[in-house]
């Protein structure tokens, strides 16, 4: 076998232009399939850290109807959704993939809410308890958290997080002002900020609006205090922590189906509480991108089997120029398995140099369209080997007919040949 490969790589470099000509069409098509891939998984890869985020894999649990979230901005609470309590919160943390759970009131808006005189209607609004922010990734940046004590006391303070301090209190110090909820007055005692610095990839107009939005920032009383400003009990939510990416809407539907044990709804109702997390989202998106991959591989491969067809041409012509070196291989005994083996390694050997020069050309030109497009690139090390495998058996598919027709010759016939 390695005298058949040195014999093969001796002739294809005796022929350099031609046997270059020849895998032009693999190269390409390598090329073109490690380029398709490297950049979709890239673009998977950004769509996954856009959408997850920080790495927190936070699942939201809201109450919805026929599908849609409920506002309580707008509409009353409904009959039959109970105040759930830690024995709850502790059935919720006993499934599997639980980080941890934080129950949880909120409004994305409130004309009522104002810093002096300054409105912060576009600012959500959230009831908290003692486990949301540390399930949430919020850590406290100035000031200090909310005690037990307070907690326990349902005293009347409040956390703003640094997108709201920076929008409303002007560059002065929030902690110790006063923020008004619907007449009641809240004593700021801190400011909180996202744990893990992530800021997500924007390219466009779209992409500003899913992944960052218009929210002027949050504002955090206790969920004890809730009703207080808003004079009744509304619906809690709850906020997971998943232990993984890949288990965030396992565990968002398994949060939801204990929640909704509990609800005492009439008959025919379509209120109930489910889960929306962005890996969900992130999984769909992704899918559309893998379909969209494997069309483009799919048109990538026919230039693949041009290139089949070149090394086929080729070796056609290689066994025409070596007929008389055939005949006398064969008058000297050489048997028909030796000279099919001789001519399909020599058609092996250039479909995995075309393939090995595809990847290293694939490679070169994920970066540079990675470089001029400002696209994220994610080579695929398994789409590298299956293009220089996928190659191989381009040779010894498309080299096969050659390789035949030599090994039948007649040794009396391929010596008189002229």
């Known amino acids: 076998m390695l005298e058949n490969i040195r014999i093969s790589l001796r002739g294809i470099w005796s022929h350099k232009l031609r046997s270059f000509l020849t895998m032009l069409g693999i190269i390409i098509g390598i090329a073109a399939i490690v380029a398709i891939v490297s950049t979709i998984q890239g673009a998977n890869e950004q769509i996954k850290n856009n959408l997850i985020g920080s790495g927190n894999n936070n699942v939201k649990v809201t109450l919805t109807n026929d599908g849609t979230a409920l506002d309580f901005s707008y509409a009353e609470a409904p009959v039959g959704v109970p105040t759930y309590d830690q024995t709850v919160k502790d059935r919720i943390n006993e499934v599997d993939g639980v980080v941890s759970s934080a129950f949880y009131h909120s409004r994305d808006y409130n004309d009522g809410m104002y810093y002096q005189s300054t409105s912060m209607s576009g600012c959500e609004l959230l009831g908290i308890d003692q486990d949301y922010l540390s399930c949430a990734g919020l ?133 109930k509480y489910e889960s929306t997390d962005l ?84 490679i070169v030109m994920s970066n540079v369209i990675g470089a001029v497009t400002d696209m994220p690139v994610m080579l695929s090390v398994p789409a590298m080997i299956g293009s220089v495998v996928f190659s191989m058996l381009v040779g010894i598919i498309f080299g096969l007919v050659p390789s035949v027709k030599a090994a039948n010759l007649n040794p009396i016939d391929a010596l008189r040949y002229e």
């Open 139 to 271: 850590t406290v940046s100035h000031g200090r958290g909310i005690s037990r004590s307070e907690y326990d006391s349902n005293a009347a303070v409040a956390l703003v997080d640094d997108v709201a301090a920076q929008a409303y209190f002007g560059g002065s110090d929030p902690v110790g002002q006063s923020v008004d909820i619907n007449g009641v007055p809240f004593t700021v005692v801190g400011v909180v900020r996202e744990a893990t610095a992530f800021q997500p990839r924007i390219t466009s107009i779209s992409d500003y609006n899913t992944y960052v939005g218009t929210a002027s920032g949050r504002v955090m009383i206790t969920n004890q205090m809730w009703p207080l400003p808003f004079i009744y009990d509304e619906p809690l939510s709850v906020l997971l922590q998943a232990s993984s990416p890949d288990s965030m809407t396992t565990v968002g539907r398994s949060c939801a189906s204990i929640l909704n044990s509990y609800l005492q709804m009439p008959s025919g109702s379509t209120i």
């Open 279 to 362: 890996a969900s989202e992130a999984t769909r998106l992704q899918q559309l991108a893998d379909s969209t991959n494997a069309m483009l591989v799919g048109i990538a491969s026919i230039s693949l089997i041009v290139g089949g067809v070149g090394v086929m041409n080729i070796m056609l012509v290689s066994v025409t120029e070596r007929t008389r070196e055939i005949g006398l291989k064969k008058a000297l005994g050489a048997p028909r398995r030796s000279i099919l083996v001789q001519f399909l390694t020599e058609a092996v050997m250039l479909s995995l140099i075309g393939g090995i020069l595809g990847v290293v050309m694939g």
